[in-house]
């Protein structure tokens, strides 16, 4: 299985663009990478997935180099809201999604 | 739509008495998970099911804990016996369908063992 590293805890201000890395060395051909948030008290919640190079959705984007042992979740002018903590999942190959999540990144957003 | 719900919510029990967590997964969802959180961790796999097929219970932490979902929708987690090492959050998720579909999440049901 495809583990994954990633800073324990962040901290940043509003509007600041912040990137989280992820490292996942031993990531299979078939694996995808992806990223989760998680708010207290709620369920994980999908923020972006990719396989290469980069993806670009209304909340995050995703980059990724071409050895694929690493990712970085970058999102642009964060706020409050997105004070949470963020999961780099690799999903694992085999025929369906079974997800591994690590600890996680605490990001912490100050006024 | 509706999204996955959960029940009950919350769920204080005793120890030694069997427990049973619900989970109403997203209308026309094949794959269902369950997963279990502690505090200040990530969700750890249980089990998964593509519709009523138990396909993989390789998470299930010891013969105490079951799952099923007979009709392909609703599943249901038994814990019986219960310990106090069982309090945790429980979730559940689904998705469309595999491989590499978003998982939804759920509520989550706070299980606490006295």
């Known amino acids: 299985l495809a583990k994954t590293t990633q800073p324990i805890s962040m901290d940043s201000y509003e509007g600041q663009e912040v990137n989280i890395t992820c490292s996942h060395n031993n990531i299979a051909t078939n694996d995808y990478i992806t990223w989760y948030q998680q708010f207290p008290s709620q369920g994980p919640r999908f923020i972006i997935q990719?396989?290469?190079t980069k993806v670009t959705n209304e909340v995050a984007s995703l980059f990724i180099p071409a050895d694929r042992k690493s990712s970085t979740l970058s999102l642009p002018r964060v706020s409050l809201s997105d004070t949470a903590v963020y999961y780099c999942l690799v999903a694992v190959s085999g025929g369906y999604n079974k997800l591994i999540f690590g600890a996680g990144t605490r990001l912490a957003v100050h006024p | 739509g509706a999204g996955v719900s959960q029940s009950p919510r919350y769920k204080v029990t005793k120890r030694g008495q069997d427990v049973a967590l619900r989970c109403d997964p997203i209308?026309?969802?094949?794959?269902l998970y369950w997963y279990r959180q502690a505090l200040g961790q990530g969700p750890e796999f249980l089990t998964y099911f593509n519709y009523e097929a138990q396909q993989d219970k390789s998470g299930l932490p010891n013969d105490r804990f079951s799952a099923e979902r007979p009709e392909g929708s609703i599943s249901t987690l038994t814990i019986q016996r219960t310990e106090q090492r069982d309090s945790a959050m429980y979730r559940c998720?689904?998705?469309?369908?595999?491989?590499?579909?978003?998982?939804?999440f759920g509520p989550g049901t706070r299980l606490l063992v006295l």
């Open positions: 990719g396989y290469k």
């Open positions: 998720a689904s998705s469309l369908e595999s491989p590499q579909e978003t998982q939804y």
């Open positions: 209308s026309g969802h094949v794959s």
